[in-house]
């Protein structure tokens, strides 16, 4: 039995049962023995009471911090008070020891620096089961909200031979010789004898081939991981994520704003029905404000303002940030945790921004220079979604791909979807790890994920 089903069901009192996992404490003396045995299915642990005796002595030293062991016995009410059940040990097998001298998770206190250092065994902590169960939740639901919503689970390819931003930094996908690559003429690499016929890249966004699925299904949504070849070191960026990214024909900017407050309104209001134990724990642990920091998301109509608005509002503030404001320039994540944290108190959807710092996809407006892209301000982190209308009219596209040189002969797919049978559609994607790191409330983005990808840091 999993332990999450043993401790809800009261009724077993009595009954004989069994279960299998990983010692977190062993206490007692040499007579009786207190095992506290966690088996991943919740934060919580069932003690297993030993009577030494009853086993051979060597048997009893392995079962220490960290060994695999199966407690067979009858459930009991505790006479403890931190639990209300316990099993009265009967059978024991022990799995797999792990040496008290050389088994890195001894009890608590270890730093979340050091833990990224023995990612393999980090599962083990308490923490770490509560963050996983809560992203497999968070994807759960993802999916459940979409397909509640009639969206349908598109695949994009994680190998692609486009580029969705047009610039951003990508990871190059080759089984071409790197020491000694075929050249052209002018000393350049062949690539038309690579393996695709062509450069190809690990894909940016699945937003592009999202479009042409939503010209045809209406309404879509990817789910995958996506890869960035950008040096930054931060704690609120990876090298590998995944991502999030609905599209839908016929929605409006107003419609596409609509999706993305209802949509993480959803996740987070899923999270604390369903994840409430491990909230609990991360609060406690972690954070004294996060389960309040998440209710105020469901409390409170997002605050929509333009971005020239935004940029008024940071101007008046007379804050001293530390990169300055004007009109043209993006915004930082100082300027966007000062607009929800401080100035409007309430999760924020910038519109409107100059269309020299968007994408060449966003859908231009009547005024020449601001483009119909949208970013989802929370507290904490930032911007958590960008999206936009697309562009969906052929030649005013085209011109934009000619003003800012982009590949056009590699976009003509693209394009065409716009020759034939086009329509008003919209978009946003949403980092899964920002996401999750809200949720959680950890303070960086390599503890949301089992594995992470960074810069110099491919471990495991
Ligand atoms: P930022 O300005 O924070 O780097 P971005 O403008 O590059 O983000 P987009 O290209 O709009 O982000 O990507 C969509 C979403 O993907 C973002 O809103 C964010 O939630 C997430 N995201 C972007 N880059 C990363 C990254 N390197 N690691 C994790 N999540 C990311
Ligand atoms: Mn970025």
């Known amino acids: ?28 003396n040499k007579n009786i023995n207190f095992v506290a045995l966690n088996d991943g299915s919740t ?22 911090t960290g060994a695999c062991i199966a407690v067979k016995g009858i459930l009991v009410q505790s006479p403890g008070k931190e639990q209300s059940i316990e099993i009265q040990a009967e059978g024991l097998v022990v799995y797999g020891s792990a040496n008290p001298d050389t088994y890195p998770l001894q009890k608590k206190g270890h730093s979340l620096e050091f833990l990224r250092e023995i990612a393999h065994l980090r599962p083990r902590t308490n923490t770490f089961g509560a963050v996983l169960r809560i992203r497999h939740a968070l994807a759960f639901a993802i999916h459940k909200y979409f397909n509640d919503n009639g969206f349908f689970y598109l695949h994009t390819p994680i190998i692609t031979g486009s580029d969705a931003e047009g610039a951003g930094e990508m990871f190059r996908v080759t089984t071409l010789d790197a020491k000694n690559p075929p050249l052209l003429g002018d000393g350049s690499v062949n690539f038309s004898e690579d393996f695709f016929g062509k450069q190809t890249n690990l894909t940016v966004s699945g937003q592009l081939e999202g479009e042409l699925g939503a ?6 949504y990817t789910f995958g991981p996506t890869f960035r070849a950008e040096n930054s070191n931060t704690p609120r960026h990876l090298a590998e994520f995944w991502m999030i990214e609905p599209e839908m024909a016929f929605y409006e900017i107003k419609d596409n704003m609509d999706l993305a407050e209802d949509f993480l309104k959803y996740l987070i209001r899923y999270a604390l029905d369903n994840c409430r134990d491990d909230l ?13 920091r998440l209710s105020f998301i469901l409390e409170n109509r997002f605050e929509r303002i333009t971005y020239t608005k935004a940029v008024e509002d940071l101007e008046k503030s007379g804050e001293n940030f530390e990169f300055p404001v004007k009109w043209g320039v993006d915004l930082q994540t100082e300027h966007e945790r000062y607009l929800v944290e401080k ?25 020449g220079r601001t ?3 949208m970013d989802v301000l929370f507290p904490k982190i930032g911007e958590i979604i960008g999206g936009s209308q697309r562009e969906e009219d052929y030649e005013k596209l085209k011109m934009r791909i000619r003003e800012l040189q982009l590949p056009e002969k590699d976009l003509w797919w693209y394009l065409e979807t716009r020759l034939f049978g086009t329509a008003p559609h919209s978009g946003f994607g949403l980092g899964f790890e920002r996401l999750v790191l809200f949720v959680t409330g950890m303070g960086n983005i390599r503890d949301v994920i089992p594995f ?3 810069p110099k840091n491919a471990e495991f």
């Not at 999993?2 to 062993?26: D, F, H, M, Y």
């Not at 609990?280 to 309040?292: C, S, T, V």
């Not at 924020?348 to 005024?367: C, G, L, R, S, W």
């Open 343 to 367: 100035f409007y108190a309430k999760p924020v959807i910038v519109t409107d921004y100059p269309k020299a710092i968007k994408a060449f996809y966003m859908k231009q407006n009547e005024d």
């Open 452 to 454: 992470p990808r960074a």
């Open 280 to 292: 609990e724990f991360l609060r406690k642990m972690y954070d004294e404000e996060l389960i309040a």
């Open 1 to 28: 039995m999993r332990i999450k089903e043993l401790l809800k069901s009261n009724a077993a009192i009595g009954t004989k049962v069994e279960v299998k996992g990983w010692v977190r404490t062993k206490r007692g």
């Open 43 to 64: 934060i919580h642990t069932i003690q297993a009471v030993i009577d030494a005796s009853a086993f051979p002595e060597d048997l009893m030293k392995q079962v220490t």
């Open 215 to 220: 010209l045809a299904l209406s309404r879509i």
């Open 371 to 373: 483009v119909r892209g």
